[in-house]
């Protein structure tokens, strides 16, 4: 945080949107709390995403157009008493009520972020399911990006 705060949080979100000027096309992108603006962006705006794991955060859809992209999946993962998704919840809903290719999952607790082992907000029962989740996911969204 110390360092977005040094380099501003547009700034940080545009060097994370450039970081992916190397990568295919044809990917899924994550983000992690600050990292969902650009992963969120990323899938939204650049042509061939697969998807977008967006997790412990989500931006209205309206950030970055008038709807989430046909055939690109969409997963949100966060603690439905986290404090900090609170103000990001109805974004989510909305998202998922506004495409066919998206999922929320909510985990019981209220943790920011709770799927970091090397944090002290770590928790390991919804940090497993997620896990999981985000594994199998990439391997999901093949059928939802041919249509």
Do not use: K
Request: glycine share 10%; aromatic share 8%.
């Amino acid at each position: 945080m110390a360092h977005v705060e040094q380099v501003g949080f547009g700034e940080a979100a545009a060097r994370g949107v450039r970081a992916a000027d190397a990568l295919p096309r044809d990917v899924v992108y994550a983000g992690f709390p600050l990292g969902v603006t650009a992963a969120q962006q990323l899938a939204r705006t650049r042509g061939g995403a697969r998807g977008a794991l967006l997790v412990h955060a989500c931006l209205p859809v309206s950030e970055f157009g008038a709807a989430w992209p046909e055939g690109v999946a969409v997963q949100v993962h966060a603690m439905e008493d986290d404090p900090f998704f609170t103000e990001d919840a109805d974004a989510a809903r909305a998202l998922v009520a506004g495409s066919r290719d998206a999922e929320l999952f909510l985990y019981p607790g209220d943790r920011h972020p709770f799927a970091d082992r090397s944090l002290t907000s770590y928790e390991p029962g919804a940090a497993g399911l997620f896990t999981q989740r985000a594994i199998e996911f990439p391997g999901s969204v093949g059928d939802a990006h041919r249509r």
